[in-house]
């Protein structure tokens, strides 16, 4: 989806390092999510927002930190990149004024650790 | 937490109609059932939810009996663009949002 756009798409590392992903989004919504997805399985959650002061954490958020820095902005770091870490990382984006949560994703970013 | 099984793969062949069964036997009563349908290399993309019955949109149809422990997702006349994983997910309302559970989902592979 073109309203949430994830930079950069592709990047290597090596391990020890510390790296940046960052997500923005153009739909105004208050709720933001960074998920992995490794080959063949499915994603899973690492944090969520559900708005600029409430930071929350998945069920892998073990070496991963992440900033709200405003409604449109949530980026996610690696304090200290491991080989394991490398995966595709999606942000998304919902709007829980509807009632029913309905997320829609970034295009992802492909993070390879050396 | 209300977990999904789905088939890992699924084959067809153009024109044919397609329909992936969703297995949630711990759906809570106010949980909602959703599909996401993901692409190589781009995020999943929403293709359609419901609660009860059958709800149809311009992509999809979705099958929900009554006591709601199962759901099927049924595509119309696939083509070989909708070759994708298939991702069925029960939650998601605004109270049990860390419910909301990515299975390995559906692999469906349309053929020529």
């Known amino acids: 989806d073109a309203d949430v756009t994830q930079t950069p798409r592709n990047r290597i590392t090596k391990t020890g390092k510390r790296i940046m992903l960052e997500c923005s989004q153009t739909?105004?919504?208050?709720?933001m999510y960074w998920y992995r997805q490794d080959p063949g399985l499915g994603l899973r959650l690492i944090y969520y927002s559900f708005d600029v002061k409430d930071i929350n954490k998945g069920e892998i958020s073990d070496g991963y930190s992440v900033s709200r820095q405003a409604q449109a902005k949530f980026s996610l770091s690696l304090e200290s990149a491991i080989p394991n870490q490398t995966a595709l990382y999606f942000c998304a984006t919902s709007d829980p004024g509807t009632g029913r949560e309905t997320q829609y994703f970034g295009p992802g970013t492909r993070l390879l650790v050396l | 937490l209300a977990k999904t099984t789905q088939p890992i793969s699924m084959d067809s062949y153009e024109g044919q109609e397609v329909n992936i069964t969703c297995s949630h036997n711990n759906i809570a009563t106010n949980d909602y059932i959703t599909w996401y349908q993901q692409f190589p290399s781009q995020g999943p993309r929403f293709i359609i939810q419901g609660y009860k019955t059958k709800v149809t949109n311009e992509v999809a149809s979705l099958f929900i009996p009554a006591d709601r422990k199962s759901s099927t997702l049924s595509l119309p006349r696939v083509s070989l663009s909708d070759t994708a994983v298939y991702y069925c997910l029960v939650g998601g309302t605004i109270d049990n949002f860390n419910k909301f559970y990515f299975g390995s989902g559906t692999k469906l592979n349309v053929k020529p």
């Open positions: 739909k105004g919504h208050d709720r």
